[in-house]
């Protein structure tokens, strides 16, 4: 979990740096029928008087490693909150007290952040 934490976070920082990126030839922002990661901020080097340059977008296989990396980090949350366990020391006896101990989890600060 930690080396994928850390791939995410190398990954996102490689996004942002000209050698993992390219410049498209079309997009939505230039009135293309293509849609990359950026298309959703509207930002695009239109001009009434010059050609339209779409901006840089990084490199697909990029996009598909984090896609991934996000899948797992959801799987893993989503499995972790459904099979919650409480230490044997602290369990609930009831199923109301075991609600209540799982909706406690589901609101602790690193439950939230995750």
């Not at 990359?36 to 990084?58: G, H, K, R, T, V």
């Not at 980090?73 to 909150?81: A, H, N, P, Q």
Request: hydrophobic share 50%.
């Amino acid at each position: 979990l930690i080396i994928a934490i850390a791939l995410s976070n190398l990954i996102m920082i490689m996004q942002t740096m000209k050698p993992w990126q390219f410049i498209p030839t079309d997009c939505v922002s230039c009135g293309g029928t293509v849609a990359y990661m950026f298309d959703d901020d509207d930002a695009s080097y239109l001009n009434q008087d010059q050609l339209c340059i779409c901006p840089p977008a990084p490199i697909p296989l990029l996009v598909y490693l984090e896609d991934s990396l996000i899948w797992f980090f959801s799987i893993e949350w989503v499995l972790r909150v459904l099979f919650f366990e409480p230490a044997p020391a602290d369990r609930a006896h009831t199923l109301k007290g075991f609600i209540s101990q799982w909706l406690g989890y589901l609101i602790e600060p690193t439950t939230v952040l995750d």
